[in-house]
């Protein structure tokens, strides 16, 4: 038996040893390593927060700057391209005319092309031109056969500029086939430049093919500004050559990850400095509306380049100052709870262990050193009763101390509880009260005069849209003409809608209301007097809302059909189709509104004709109130409850059929989602906070679970032991210091309960 007890505690021993691998070690080892971590990276992160002599939001805008330039330039020539050969396959579908006859029909339609003619391809004959002089030499027509004959395609002029040539094919039976040519420049329809910007198409080689926003040095009158512009041009051109190389690459290895929204290649670019300024850039390649997917534009291998100067600012948000405060604040409350969890509640376990492990080899001669607080001294009590048991005193006899019993009183759970406080006491500012950047920021005015100008632009490609749509309607009217049949009307219709997907439903109407034809949906009922101006038309303007409640607005256009008694072609936009154009990221949430500021449409989920809220609808008011050509574009940055906004306003301004409607685009955004270093040094600020938390978090709920719960359940059954329960057996729950003196009790209950057999035996005898 002895040999047997011998034994046991031999294994009691090689397991105590292996549980100083786990244990109360690790968690507090694990949170003095992440604190230290914890400092370092907030001496680094809060100390480089601050901004440089461009803060990257201004960067960022440039980009989407360019990406909004790239959009309506790649819309704008597929636009073209599409509208010149449909119009070209609905002439030869109809009875042959004279080529000045189709000139002057696409004239009055469509105003976007500087020159147009027609050339007959087998002799290469001009047969009528009409604008500029069409560059017809450059246009070799016996290739015309092959299968890529018919793109678009860029000449440049004796004078350097550079035109775009859209071909179509017109063809009747019986007749030699002709050549339809539409040349136009490439410039950029209605982007709104605003002040100091200047912006470029460029080839795949950085040639400069066309530019706006910088004056000929001849039109400048002084000479710091003729030097203005000739840095402007020389910026400009070395821009363009690391734009075009960029511009290369695949658009998956050229942007960085987790960065979208446009599908094609973009970025910044950083130049010199120049008398307080300093000139950046963006670039975008004109690419498809979805990824991988190639249109006529971007065969072209276009780029386009925005370029501003700004004010350079040398001033910082924060230096390493505050960082290196901040960490030398978590060192020391770190150190400070380290210290805690070490003194009261590690040593106190391993000497418990200790001492446990000597009553279990049978050394009792010296008391059992008991710890001041919490379980560990209620354990180390129970363990000298024992002791005192052990060498012959009885149960009742060998008692708790006076006052043992105020030892227990401060548990090990309260210690957790005060170095969480103490960790706590570093995050929570960090968390909540440092650097708040709503009440200080200062939002760059480039910024803000960027949510203007892009607003702006986005406006004229809505507008823009728009008369595109009702251009096409006129141009169908106009096609159809004395054709009653309502199988070669729908046929018509069906085309139309086909080749541009922006109308829901496309339908001719007489002047009775009766619908004569139709392609795509059932057509929206117009109600007696809705929209009417008398009798005769069925809208009181070119394009209308033909309703003012329901799930979605109901957008038409009207074209009436020459010489048919009032009858016209009336095509409803599909809503999706306006939505789609408002989809450009960095504008935060972007809304159509009418004339009264109910909200049409929306790049986000929206009520329709719901108005806008007062601080918006303010704007928007105070920006539409500025009617005709002298209508501008409106920028601010406000504060409210939910912190700093920054909005823009710009109402319709131009001509077409859209002029009348009296629409306004507004966007906004929180400054919050704006890369500006005060909102930077503050999600750095949280970020470390939320850092902090985490690990106290993580680190003492550790503690707890493996250590602090089992040592209170060890608590109260070896309190139970020393009183006298024998039947209750002790077992370990984790192999680690906890269960190692949870071991250690038990072998003192066996070894208790083979003493009460011994010292029963000889009154057994005697009996």
Known sequence: MAASSAKRRHKVRRRADMSLLGGIRPPIAVLSALLLSLAGITALGLGRASQGSVPEAVLTSQQRFAEDGAVAMRASIDESATDLTRTAGLFS?????????VLDKIGSVYQKWMGTAVVEIKSG???AARGENVPVTAIDTSRLSAKD??????????????????????????????LLIASSSLRFPGISLGQFRSIAVIDSDGHILSSDGIPEPEQV????????VKRSNKELKAFSKVAATKAAQHPLTAKEPGSGGFPGVSGSLLGSSFQGDRSIAGYATLTGPQPGEGTVATALGLTVVAMVDVAVDPTRVAGPLFGLIAAAALLLIGALAVALLIGTVQRPLLRLFLESRRLTRGDLARPVTVPKYGEAARIGQALERLRRQLVGESADTAGPPPGSSRRGRFGTRGLIVVCGVLLLAWSAPMLLLFNRADSTVAVPEQIISDQRERTDTLSDRVRRALNEGHADLVSVSALIGDRTSPEDMTKVLERTRTEHLRYRSLYVRSADGAILARAGESPHRLPAGDGAKDNDKPFAQPISVLNSSGKEPVIAGYAEIPGRGGAAVIGEFRIDFINSLLKRPGLGQIRVVDGEHRVLAGNTGYLAFQKLPKRLDELATGTSQKTGLTARASGVMYRDGGGVQVAGAAPFVGGGAAKELGWTVVSWQPAAGLAIPEYRLQNRTVLAGVLGVTAAAACLGWLYIVVVRPLRELAVKAEALAAGDRRTVLFPHHHDEVGAVARSLELVRQQLQEQRRHDSAPLAGRN
């Open 221 to 228: 009158l002084t000479d710091l500004q003729r030097d203005g």
């Open 149 to 178: 004959g018919l793109t678009p395609r860029m000449v440049r002029l004796q004078n350097g500029e550079t035109r775009l040539l859209a071909l179509a094919l017109l063809s009747w039976p019986d007749r030699p086939q002709q």
């Open 93 to 101: 579908a109809g009875e042959p005319v004279s080529p000045d006859a």
């Open 125 to 127: 004959r001009l047969l």
